[in-house]
């Protein structure tokens, strides 16, 4: 399944994620499904959880009409093997460790990375062939990035 639609990256997806090339439509979906799959294994789509990866879709260029269908993702019902290997990983960028980072930043955007999330991106590094050392790595940034932002916060935020 693939579309004529594309999804063009923005300077922020160059600068961030080195992302230039265009990304198909459906494609980028099926990695959405499986984004929200992993954030929601706790049993919970947090709104937080969701309003980050829809923070940074809109980032690295995504439409309203791309937006409306990731809210129209039944979630609860997306097989995680079966949407990672519908999406082809043949982006400008590592797409599998970047999906990986997605995912753990988005489990982690309520405050709690759970376990049953911890558990399904350890699943999902598993059927892309990415090692536990690499998501390892990946959640030890997340935690890295959560705590620069919170140190700014207070930096920014005292009269000092």
Not at 20 to 33: E, M, N, Q, R
Not at 39 to 54: H, I, K, P, R, V
Not at 87 to 110: C, Q
Request: proline share 1%; no cysteine; glycine share 4%.
């Amino acid at each position: 399944m693939s579309s004529s639609k594309k999804i063009q990256p923005t300077k922020y997806a160059e600068l961030k994620y080195n992302s230039t090339a265009p990304v198909d439509f459906d494609i980028a979906l099926k990695y959405s499904g499986a984004l929200l799959a992993i954030a929601g294994a706790d049993g919970e789509l947090a709104d937080a959880e969701l309003q980050w990866y829809l923070d940074e879709a809109i980032s690295m260029g995504v439409t309203q009409e791309y937006i409306d269908a990731v809210r129209n993702i039944d979630w609860k019902n997306v097989n995680i093997e079966e949407a990672l290997s519908e999406v082809k990983f043949d982006f400008t960028l590592n797409g599998k460790r970047v999906l990986l980072y997605h995912a753990i930043k988005m489990s982690r955007a309520d405050g709690v990375y759970h376990e049953k999330e911890k558990a399904a991106v350890a699943r999902a590094a598993n059927i892309l062939g990415v090692s536990q050392s690499v998501v390892q790595s990946l959640e030890s940034v997340a935690e890295m990035e959560d705590s620069t932002t919170r140190l700014l916060r207070l930096i920014f935020s005292s009269d000092a």
